[in-house]
T-cell receptor
Framework: DAKTTQPNSMESNEEEPVHLPCNHSTISGTDYIHWYRQLPSQGPEYVIHGLTSNVNNRMASLAIAEDRKSSTLILHRATLRDAAVYYCILRAAGGTSYGKLTFGQGTILTVHP | NAGVTQTPKFQVLKTGQSMTLQCAQDMNHEYMSWYRQDPGMGLRLIHYSVGAGITDQGEVPNGYNVSRSTTEDFPLRLLSAAPSQTSVYFC???????????????FGPGTRLTVL
């Protein structure tokens, strides 16, 4: 399975934008880039996903590099409720890794009031 | 929709005991999976199922069994509990991958298991 690399932790102030980076240099052409987050004592929650083009939804934006070897999750205005562990995951569409989500260590985001 | 539900929320077992963690979803999802999360770590895939009657092993399947007799339910059985199985267990579901390669996975609230 292709792996992702994320910083262990990041900090932000409330109402400021946050850019969470992810490197995935061994990504294959059919892998989707997914982001999930996990709030304390809860199950993971879907944030956003993309394949090649940048994506926006009500929670965040996803910027994907042209060569797809890296991506950035953008929270436009961080709130205290955004404090969580953020996981960047490659979702395989075929082969022996069919449909699986492989979680790494993630980035612990701390948001200061 | 209730989404993905898991029971029990908490469980304490003694070494050697067996038990079943229940997982159910009401979204008619074909794909279901079980993960475990140890303290300070990401989730690791135990078993998964792409549809009723079909299951396969994930990254850490030893000591666990699964079955998928219906689309809605995907129970996880611990055959003989060991302290190394102390963890938080999450069940997840999504639509069939073949229909939309970028399916969102929905996770349950988790079961916190302690094996003494």
């Amino acid at each position: 399975d292709a792996k992702t690399t994320q910083p262990n932790s990041m900090e932000s102030n409330e109402e400021e934008p946050v850019h969470l980076p992810c490197n995935h240099s061994t990504i294959s052409g059919t892998d989707y880039i997914h982001w999930y987050r996990q709030l304390p004592s809860q199950g993971p929650e879907y944030v956003i996903h993309g394949l090649t083009s940048n994506v926006n939804n009500r929670m965040a934006s996803l910027a994907i590099a042209e060569d797809r070897k890296s991506s950035t999750l953008i929270l436009h205005r961080a709130t205290l409720r955004d404090a969580a562990v953020y996981y960047c995951i490659l979702r395989a569409a075929g082969g022996t890794s069919y449909g699986k989500l492989t979680f790494g260590q993630g980035t612990i985001l701390t948001v200061h009031p | 929709n209730a989404g993905v539900t898991q029971t029990p929320k908490f469980q304490v077992l003694k070494t050697g005991q067996s038990m079943t963690l229940q997982c159910a979803q009401d979204m008619n999802h074909e794909y279901m999976s079980w993960y475990r999360q140890d303290p300070g770590m990401g989730l690791r895939l135990i078993h998964y199922s792409v549809g009723a009657g079909i299951t396969d092993q994930g990254e850490v399947p030893n000591g666990y069994n699964v079955s998928r007799s219906t689309t809605e339910d995907f129970p996880l059985r611990l055959l003989s509990a060991a302290p190394s199985q102390t963890s938080v267990y999450f069940c997840a579901s999504s639509r069939a991958v073949r229909l939309a390669l970028a399916n969102e996975q929905f996770f349950g609230p988790g079961t916190r298991l302690t094996v003494l």
